[in-house]
């Protein structure tokens, strides 16, 4: 999860998902952002667990396509189901790098992977994609010259354009060997009402955390020169659902693409 404000004495958006998802791991300002974002957009609340369930469910479908090494980018602060217990239910010696720049996310991870051999947590930053793709901790344990797969789930949306989201998945997809797939999930406007509008610019005003939804036609750019896994991308809930769920907020997009 990619951070707009440092320390404790702002909100961050890794601990605002937390915070989301039940989680204990935030603090004052980052549940005034959450409880205003609530109060004010209904799909708010339900949100960040579309994009947890959707992240379990892809990665699923990763390990049965036979990958055996996994980056997530953005990885937020640590939850129930977090990818190397995914991965090692199925794979135990499967290497697994969490990746973030909100060093109390790290901080949380390498604590709860101090007895794991093949699962570490960097620090560092989606705007810096080259970096992660050269950082020695990453290179220790993934070998972008093998299958990988790599997870970018509900991070995007919080670069701004400038920033060139884009970018960051291209260096990503140009690492990726053959066989790779690429699980992601983005924020959309395209349900957006002018209300929402205004509440979402007014929330970013106020608290200074980044919120950008894009169109669909970005989401889909992302997964330019990869195969779509069926059903193709859609709205994160009605990616392979294996249980019942609430309607789709018609606020988060989803996909699994692989590299031919």
Request: charged share 25%; proline share 8%.
């Amino acid at each position: 999860m990619v951070n707009d404000l440092h320390g404790l004495d702002g909100p961050a958006s890794s601990r605002i998902y937390d915070f989301s998802i039940g989680g204990k791991d935030n603090y004052t300002p980052d549940r005034d952002v959450a409880l205003r974002a609530f109060e004010s957009l209904p799909a708010a609340r339900l949100l960040p667990r579309e994009n947890r369930k959707f992240m379990r469910r892809a990665l699923r479908h990763l390990l049965d396509e036979g990958v055996r090494q996994f980056v997530d980018v953005g990885c937020g602060l640590p939850g129930n189901g977090n990818v190397h217990q995914v991965v090692h239910g199925v794979a135990p010696d499967a290497p697994v790098v969490y990746i973030d720049n909100d060093p109390v996310a790290v901080v949380h991870y390498q604590a709860l992977l101090h007895s794991v051999r093949a699962a570490t947590a960097v620090r560092a930053d989606a705007r810096d994609p080259h970096g992660i793709l050269k950082h020695p901790e990453i290179l220790d344990l993934i070998d972008f010259d093998r299958p990988v797969g790599v997870l970018m789930c509900a991070v995007l949306s919080h670069l701004t354009d400038e920033e060139d989201p884009a970018a960051t998945v291209r260096a990503f997809r140009d690492a990726m060997a053959p066989g790779s797939l690429l699980a992601l999930s983005d924020l959309t406007d395209e349900n957006l009402t002018p209300e929402e509008s205004r509440i979402r610019d007014e929330l970013v005003e106020r608290y200074g955390v980044v919120i950008t939804l894009r169109p669909r036609a970005f989401v889909a750019s992302c997964f330019e020169g990869l195969e779509l896994a069926e059903p193709g991308l859609v709205y994160a809930p009605d990616w392979r659902p294996d249980r019942p769920h609430e309607p789709a907020t018609g606020w988060l997009l989803g996909g699994v693409g692989r590299k031919p």
